[in-house]
């Protein structure tokens, strides 16, 4: 919740330095007070954010998966892969999300949430791992989807997005006012002033929170390897995550944990409990 607080935070922000400060100045030439504009400005501000979201259930997510990942196939129930994430959905009780598999070099997997539905990705060189591994690498995404670790990135992009995009229309707008004269002039100066002043608190909340996000992105990796050493086994993180190059990053910014630290944490957690059926 404290993550999704943050980026509707600076999603305000940045509305207010771009598409929010237009309405609030159109809304004021056209006789409005200058509270009521801008009660409106931040309503329609939430309503964008609002609009957003729903669209992102209207794509078809076969469309979606192959913008986010080229050649992303959907894998139904029947295959090998998906009857295993199947059964690891079964034992968290939780929802079976949609399957894709991608062409790529190496081993490698995530979670996002395409179209409306949660989906999986797995990279085709993945489905030659031991079963032990292949489920640890499915139930670790399986666990960001059940956490909603995904929410976070696709509102940061959204905010983004809506950021350049009342950047250009900011841009549209001061050129047409600029070249009108009178009482128009004045509010250039101020929309100059405010979307100034607007974007560079935009700038300063998001470096000021950027080691934040990675703070909880790092920390949503060691959840999502606990639920999935809890799911499958200890022993099976620890093997797949020895297949990959060691990490040296600077931690401050860096969106995963060193694989030596991941390592650690798997190796001081206990068995999985398996009650007899």
């Known amino acids: 919740m404290l993550q999704l607080a943050l980026v509707f935070a600076l999603f305000m922000i940045g509305w207010s330095a771009t598409g929010g400060i237009l309405v609030w100045a159109g809304l004021v030439m056209a006789g409005h007070t200058m509270a009521s504009a801008l009660v409106i400005a931040i309503s329609v501000g939430v309503a964008s954010l609002s609009l957003l979201r729903l669209l992102s259930h209207l794509v078809p997510p076969s469309l979606v998966a192959r913008r ?60 030659r791992l031991p079963p032990n591994e292949l489920a640890f690498l499915l139930a670790h995404e399986l666990a960001h989807l059940i956490h909603r670790d995904h929410g976070v990135l696709t509102l940061q992009g959204g905010m983004l997005g809506v950021l350049r995009l009342g950047d250009m229309l900011f841009s549209a707008v001061h050129t047409v006012l600029a070249g009108l004269p009178g009482v128009f002039r004045g509010f250039v100066t101020l929309l100059r002033a405010w979307h100034w002043a607007s974007t560079y608190a935009f700038q300063f909340a998001s470096g000021m929170l950027f080691p934040i996000f990675r703070a909880f992105s790092r ?59």
Request: contains cysteine.
């Open 68 to 127: 986010i990942f080229p050649g992303a196939q959907p894998v139904s129930l029947g295959h090998s892969v998906a009857d295993r994430l199947d059964a690891l959905c079964h034992a968290a009780e939780a929802e079976r999300p949609r399957l894709f598999v991608y062409p790529g070099e190496g081993v490698n997997a995530a979670a996002a949430h395409v179209g409306g539905a949660n989906g999986v990705f797995v990279s085709a060189p993945a489905l």
């Open 219 to 277: 920390a949503s990796e060691y959840r999502a390897d606990a639920f999935a050493a809890q799911l499958v086994s200890p022993s099976a993180g620890v093997a797949l995550l020895s297949r990959f190059s060691s990490t040296s990053r600077f931690a401050l910014f860096s969106t995963h944990p060193t694989i030596e630290n991941r390592i650690k944490r798997l190796l001081e957690l206990p068995p999985p409990f398996h009650p007899p059926r």
